[in-house]
């Protein structure tokens, strides 16, 4: 049974940082493409970043360029986004996700194998 499960959410002043975790079990993210997501009240979820298992090629929303970095950590079979400057507009409940196959930023994600529970980060003004 595969499991993501997402934590480090939490309530942080506009300009802080962030780092969430996606811990991973019944899959091997390092045969896996990785990303996150978020999901603003009365929006719709939509892409934040990702990584290819191959090459570790990574993607990311014009939002959050330059902000936020993906990374994973293969020995621990986790995946982080660590989130520098934040914004009131970042304020969402982050999901994690895997996939057999490349997560663009324009991919449909109901064709996107798993979902973690989400875990809410907050930024204040």
């Known amino acids: 049974q595969v499991q993501l499960v997402e934590s480090g959410g939490g309530l942080v002043q506009a300009g802080g940082s962030l780092r969430l975790t996606c811990a991973a079990s019944?899959?091997?993210?390092?045969?896996?493409?990785m990303g996150w997501f978020r999901q603003a009240p009365g929006k719709e979820r939509e892409f934040v970043a990702s990584?290819?298992?191959?090459?570790?090629?990574?993607y990311y929303a014009d939002s959050v360029k330059g902000r936020f970095t993906i990374s994973r950590d293969n020995a621990k079979n986790t995946v982080y986004l660590q989130m520098n400057s934040l914004k009131p507009e970042d304020t969402a409940v982050y999901y994690c996700?895997?996939?057999?196959?490349?997560?663009?930023?324009?991919?449909?994600?109901?064709?996107?194998?798993?979902w973690g529970q989400g875990t809410q980060v907050t930024v204040s003004s």
């Open positions: 019944g899959l091997t993210i390092s045969t896996y493409n």
């Open positions: 990584s290819t298992f191959s090459l570790e090629i990574t």
């Open positions: 996700a895997a996939d057999g196959s490349r997560i663009f930023p324009a991919r449909p994600m109901g064709t996107i194998d798993y």
